[in-house]
T-cell receptor, first 116, second 115 residues
Framework: AQTVTQSQPEMSVQEAETVTLSCTYD???????LFWYKQPPSRQMILVIR??????QNATENRFSVNFQKAAKSFSLKISDSQLGDTAMYFC?????????????FGKGTHLIIQP | NAGVMQNPRHLVRRRGQEARLRCSPM?????VYWYRQLPEEGLKFMVY????????ESGMPKERFSAEFPKEGPSILRIQQVVRGDSAAYFC?????????????FGSGTRLTVV
């Protein structure tokens, strides 16, 4: 079974600062995807960024980037130039590829607060 | 494109009643997934369906819970004889294909409260 651990229940930074959210996971699989989802107060889950395990290059989407360390099973999210609209719950998630169930396994989340 | 539509957004049921949660996937999406989010927790996978078929229900409680995705109409998650522990937010997600390169689109969830 796969597990995803987010060790920071809550983080708070000032607007325009850079913040890093941590995520570690445990799996014996070699082929998988990792994701960061944002859940604002509206509750909708919004995909922030995705990383394929077979790719060594870290994924980047505008102000969002990841530090993927496959050997360490670590997948942190960096948010640069943070904005008030970034305030939300952030969930790290894992998905096996290549057969069988392909549901997502989520961590418990980090509540990120951007202060004005 | 209206995205994934879930209704109702909020549902209150007394213990012992039935709860029916509906999910209309994005247009063209034939793969539907249901997740449950307990307070202070991440989402937990419940069931994966394609049109008229249950593909994986390994996350679904064995009793009182059922899901369907008929040929016509929305996917339905049904909870019979609800108990207080069923209180949670239930999310539906859809995908256009099984291939992992294609991502999930989530709905805004149904918050079920059992009183």
């Amino acid at each position: 079974a796969q597990t995803v651990t987010q060790s920071q229940p809550e983080m708070s930074v000032q607007e325009a600062e850079t913040v890093t959210l941590s995520c570690t996971y445990d799996t014996s699989e070699n082929n998988y995807y990792l994701f960061w989802y944002k859940q604002p107060p509206s509750r909708q889950m919004i995909l922030v960024i995705r990383q394929e395990a077979y790719k060594q290059q870290n994924a980047t989407e505008n102000r969002f980037s990841v530090n993927f360390q496959k050997a360490a099973k670590s997948f942190s999210l960096k948010i640069s130039d943070s904005q008030l609209g970034d305030t939300a719950m952030y969930f790290c998630a894992f998905m096996i590829t290549g057969g069988g169930a392909d549901g997502l396994t989520f961590g418990k989340g980090t509540h990120l607060i951007i202060q004005p | 494109n209206a995205g994934v539509m879930q209704n109702p957004r909020h549902l209150v049921r007394r213990r012992g009643q039935e709860a029916r949660l509906r999910c209309s996937p994005m247009k063209g999406h034939s793969h539907v997934y249901w997740y449950r989010q307990l307070p202070e927790e991440g989402l937990k996978f419940m069931v994966y369906l394609q049109k008229e078929n249950i593909i994986d229900e390994s996350g679904m409680p064995k009793e009182r819970f059922s899901a369907e995705f008929p040929k016509e109409g929305p996917s339905i998650l049904r909870i019979q004889q609800v108990v207080r522990g069923d209180s949670a937010a239930y999310f539906c997600a859809s995908r256009i294909t099984h291939h992992p390169d294609y991502g999930y689109t989530f709905g805004s969830g149904t918050r079920l409260t059992v009183v």
